[in-house]
């Protein structure tokens, strides 16, 4: 008899549907004929698998160990190629890179073995070493096919910003942004001791050229509004467009920490309730829920400004409630006794479940939200629990109002903050955004939002571009915005300027572009020889008169490049003007304003980014694994963002 027969191991009995295994005699049913009891039995109890499908799927190529399945059971993806790559690198840098499982795991870890030998992946390396090499290797494979990726887009951007690692190391991450929402993490760069603007601009530079690209690809750069960055884009030359998130941060930040003056510091004293705290108690309550801030980010100090009387007393009021919510908030942390047996036992009478209070970081406005929403909350188990403790902290009405106006104020700067900081944002949906904002904090009509709404329009006129203006024009055929509503921020330019902008534009786009006849410039071989200046080596020629030939040469090639280039411009006005008419009358776009269209949607008016890389970069680089390499931790920030882009697509197109 067959061995690979399932009768070989059991033999019928005089019974009708049943079955005696002939190794531990015991009776197993067979309803209707069927084996799949014998099957489990022999598998359970005996270790012995005789079905076909199972022994398929311990193969060696993983690839093959899907179950083969009927047709009623599979799933409509099923029938689509799988372009998830399964190979054992694959399979490890993802686990790595994504999942954040560290080299040795893969050593040391006889489940995580055991796991993928049963997948059938049998030739795992078994040192950290080794496993670090592999997982090199692979983001070497994957950023060759990133850069042919870019290759097949023509606009792109850029946004960058600086972290400090807890071994206290500075990176600069670069993002490269594309047409519709596309951006690629091009990793991180060492900063080596301190980084001046010529440094800065060497790092773009090089990191570009890692990925076949050059600065002359590159529309606009978005970073934060530090002197070194602003002097970095004019070293290169590039436009430069400021962060507005830092913008709106700043701001709040203005107005409710960094107004100081003689009354308001004498009137806070007198007022604020033992304030007195030891120091470890500020210790505490600066490192309990605050998030480490990066290096110089937030830390800008601004001018004093001097409100009206009644301006400068609201501050105050602000100042005194905020100190005697945080002392009530550490009053209850402090003391578990105090939060169990007091504060929770209202809290559960009112909202049927434990909620406790939150301490908010200074350097985190939004913090400070989420702080007061939650206080006022619980602002009746809060005050019924002062009274059980004796405690000469009360909250009077007005306590309680001026601190809903603050909340009331700042929740459509937070609302507009997660907009900006969200994906495919773009200059149009940014002015859109802030404009809402500004809208709704007039329509508060409160000292602290008028505060606020002046103080973000200050900051907001300083970080928006000309190229917002242009990207209004280029967007809708029938704008139209009234002067009452702009705030005097987002008054558009006028159409003459817009023309202009958008030739030179024209004009320095096409020059990058290699396969645009637009611009009749010569060669860089060329235009060297153009301009060098012929000496003559005449040695009857004084030096005086050499120099003269010099001056005469250079002005000579100066004026007639000049002259070429102002010709250019105004046959670029020209076609743009009839374009944009065009455009008014049909809405559709001509040849050259969809070109400038098509970069000016590329630029990202936050770097949010490089911010969600560095908190993602953080998950590597911990205490524990602080000892982690700089090209390293560049090439593990570069599989992590490819690999969670490639899940988010995955899903979107299930």
């Given at each position: 008899?067959?061995?690979?027969?399932?009768?070989?191991?059991?033999?019928?009995?005089?019974?009708?549907?049943?079955?005696?295994?002939?190794?531990?005699?015991?009776?197993?049913?067979?309803?209707?004929?069927?084996?799949?009891?014998?099957?489990?039995?022999?598998?359970?109890?005996?270790?012995?698998?005789?079905?076909?499908?199972?022994?398929?799927?311990?193969?060696?190529?993983?690839?093959?160990?899907?179950?083969?399945?009927?047709?009623?059971?599979?799933?409509?993806?099923?029938?689509?190629?799988?372009?998830?790559?399964?190979?054992?690198?694959?399979?490890?840098?993802?686990?790595?890179?994504?999942?954040?499982?560290?080299?040795?795991?893969?050593?040391?870890s006889d489940d995580l073995r055991?796991?993928?030998?049963?997948?059938?992946?049998?030739?795992?390396?078994?040192?950290?070493?080794?496993?670090?090499?592999?997982?090199?290797n692979y983001a070497d494979k994957?950023?060759?096919?990133?850069?042919?990726?870019?290759?097949?887009?023509?606009?792109?951007?850029?946004?960058?910003?600086?972290?400090?690692?807890?071994?206290?190391?500075?990176?600069?991450?670069?993002?490269?942004?594309?047409?519709?929402?596309?951006?690629?993490?091009?990793?991180?760069?060492?900063?080596?001791?301190?980084?001046?603007?010529?440094?800065?601009?060497?790092?773009?530079?090089?990191?570009?050229?890692?990925?076949?690209?050059?600065?002359?690809?590159?529309?606009?750069?978005?970073?934060?509004?530090?002197?070194?960055?602003?002097?970095?884009?004019?070293?290169?030359?590039?436009?430069?467009?400021?962060?507005?998130?830092?913008?709106?941060?700043?701001?709040?930040?203005?107005?409710?920490?960094?107004?100081?003056?003689?009354?308001?510091?004498?009137?806070?004293?007198?007022?604020?309730?033992?304030?007195?705290?030891?120091?470890?108690?500020?210790?505490?309550?600066?490192?309990?829920?605050?998030?480490?801030?990066?290096?110089?980010?937030?830390?800008?100090?601004?001018?004093?400004?001097?409100?009206?009387?009644?301006?400068?007393?609201?501050?105050?009021?602000?100042?005194?409630?905020?100190?005697?919510?945080?002392?009530?908030?550490?009053?209850?942390?402090?003391?578990?006794?105090?939060?169990?047996?007091?504060?929770?036992?209202?809290?559960?009478?009112?909202?049927?479940?434990?909620?406790?209070l939150i301490l908010d970081c200074?350097?985190?406005?939004?913090?400070?939200?989420?702080?007061?929403?939650?206080?006022?909350?619980?602002?009746?188990?809060?005050?019924?629990?002062?009274?059980?403790?004796?405690?000469?902290?009360?909250?009077?009405?007005?306590?309680?109002?001026?601190?809903?106006?603050?909340?009331?104020?700042?929740?459509?700067?937070?609302?507009?903050?997660?907009?900006?900081?969200?994906?495919?944002?773009?200059?149009?949906?940014?002015?859109?955004?802030?404009?809402?904002?500004?809208?709704?904090?007039?329509?508060?009509?409160?000292?602290?939002?008028?505060?606020?709404?002046?103080?973000?329009?200050?900051?907001?006129?300083?970080?928006?571009?000309?190229?917002?203006?242009?990207?209004?024009?280029?967007?809708?055929?029938?704008?139209?915005?009234?002067?009452?509503?702009?705030?005097?921020?987002?008054?558009?330019?006028?159409?003459?300027?817009?023309?202009?902008?958008?030739?030179?534009?024209?004009?320095?786009?096409?020059?990058?572009?290699?396969?645009?006849?637009?611009?009749?410039?010569?060669?860089?071989?060329?235009?060297?020889?153009?301009?060098?200046?012929?000496?003559?080596?005449?040695?009857?020629?004084?030096?005086?008169?050499?120099?003269?030939?010099?001056?005469?040469?250079?002005?000579?090639?100066?004026?007639?490049?000049?002259?070429?280039?102002?010709?250019?411009?105004?046959?670029?006005?020209?076609?743009?003007?009839?374009?944009?008419?065009?455009?008014?009358?049909?809405?559709?776009?001509?040849?050259?304003?969809?070109?400038?269209?098509?970069?000016?949607?590329?630029?990202?008016?936050?770097?949010?980014?490089?911010?969600?890389?560095?908190?993602?970069?953080?998950?590597?680089?911990?205490?524990?694994?602080?000892?982690?390499?700089?090209?390293?931790?560049?090439?593990?920030?570069?599989?992590?963002?490819?690999?969670?882009?490639?899940?988010?697509?995955?899903?979107?197109?299930?």
């Amino acid at each position: 008899m067959d061995k690979k027969s399932i009768w070989n191991y059991f033999k019928r009995t005089l019974i009708k549907d049943a079955a005696i295994c002939k190794q531990c005699l015991r009776q197993i049913k067979t309803a209707g004929g069927s084996t799949s009891g014998l099957h489990s039995h022999l598998k359970s109890q005996h270790k012995i698998n005789l079905l076909k499908r199972d022994n398929e799927e311990m193969t060696d190529d993983p690839t093959k160990s899907v179950l083969t399945k009927a047709n009623s059971q599979l799933k409509i993806t099923s029938f689509y190629d799988n372009k998830i790559d399964e190979s054992l690198s694959a399979v490890i840098s993802r686990m790595i890179a994504r999942d954040g499982i560290p080299f040795m795991k893969f050593c040391v870890s006889d489940d995580l073995r055991m796991l993928l030998n049963a997948k059938g992946y049998t030739n795992i390396p078994k040192s950290s070493i080794t496993i670090q090499k592999l997982v090199m290797n692979y983001a070497d494979k994957i950023k060759q096919e990133v850069v042919n990726e870019i290759l097949h887009h023509k606009a792109y951007s850029l946004t960058t910003d600086e972290w400090t690692s807890n071994r206290n190391r500075r990176y600069m991450n670069f993002c490269l942004h594309g047409n519709n929402g596309k951006f690629w993490n091009l990793g991180l760069s060492r900063i080596f001791g301190s980084a001046p603007a010529e440094v800065l601009a060497e790092l773009i530079v090089n990191k570009l050229k890692d990925f076949n690209l050059s600065l002359a690809n590159i529309v606009c750069i978005t970073s934060d509004a530090a002197a070194v960055m602003k002097k970095t884009m004019r070293l290169i030359n590039k436009d430069h467009q400021l962060c507005l998130a830092h913008g709106l941060q700043l701001a709040v930040m203005k107005i409710l920490y960094n107004t100081r003056h003689e009354q308001f510091e004498q009137q806070c004293d007198a007022n604020v309730i033992s304030t007195e705290k030891t120091n470890s108690e500020i210790s505490d309550m600066e490192n309990e829920d605050s998030v480490e801030t990066d290096d110089g980010t937030f830390e800008i100090h601004h001018k004093e400004v001097l409100f009206d009387t009644e301006l400068v007393l609201q501050n105050v009021e602000l100042y005194y409630l905020i100190t005697k919510i945080r002392k009530v908030v550490r009053l209850f942390r402090k003391s578990p006794t105090r939060n169990d047996d007091v504060l929770q036992r209202y809290v559960k009478e009112i909202t049927g479940r434990e909620l406790s209070l939150i301490l908010d970081c200074k350097t985190r406005w939004n913090s400070l939200l989420i702080m007061l929403e939650r206080f006022l909350l619980l602002r009746d188990a809060v005050r019924k629990s002062l009274i059980d403790l004796k405690s000469d902290i009360f909250f009077t009405d007005n306590d309680l109002k001026l601190l809903s106006n603050v909340i009331l104020a700042l929740q459509p700067i937070k609302l507009a903050v997660e907009t900006l900081c969200s994906e495919n944002v773009n200059l149009y949906v940014a002015d859109v955004t802030l404009k809402f904002m500004l809208d709704e904090l007039s329509s508060q009509n409160t000292f602290f939002s008028i505060q606020l709404k002046n103080a973000l329009i200050f900051s907001i006129k300083e970080r928006r571009t000309s190229f917002s203006d242009v990207l209004h024009y280029l967007t809708d055929s029938n704008l139209n915005i009234s002067e009452e509503e702009n705030y005097g921020i987002f008054n558009l330019s006028s159409k003459a300027t817009i023309i202009k902008t958008i030739a030179y534009m024209v004009k320095s786009i096409s020059c990058n572009t290699t396969d645009s006849g637009s611009c009749a410039d010569l060669s860089d071989s060329e235009l060297d020889n153009e301009i060098k200046p012929k000496f003559n080596t005449n040695p009857e020629l004084s030096m005086k008169e050499k120099l003269n030939m010099l001056i005469k040469q250079k002005t000579e090639v100066t004026q007639e490049k000049l002259f070429v280039e102002e010709k250019e411009i105004k046959q670029l006005k020209v076609v743009v003007k009839n374009e944009l008419d065009y455009f008014r009358q049909e809405n559709v776009r001509g040849k050259y304003i969809q070109m400038v269209f098509d970069y000016l949607m590329t630029i990202r008016p936050t770097s949010v980014e490089p911010e969600r890389i560095f908190s993602g970069v953080g998950l590597f680089c911990t205490k524990i694994r602080s000892s982690l390499g700089d090209k390293t931790l560049d090439k593990l920030s570069f599989l992590r963002t490819y690999f969670l882009k490639n899940v988010n697509n995955d899903n979107k197109c299930l």
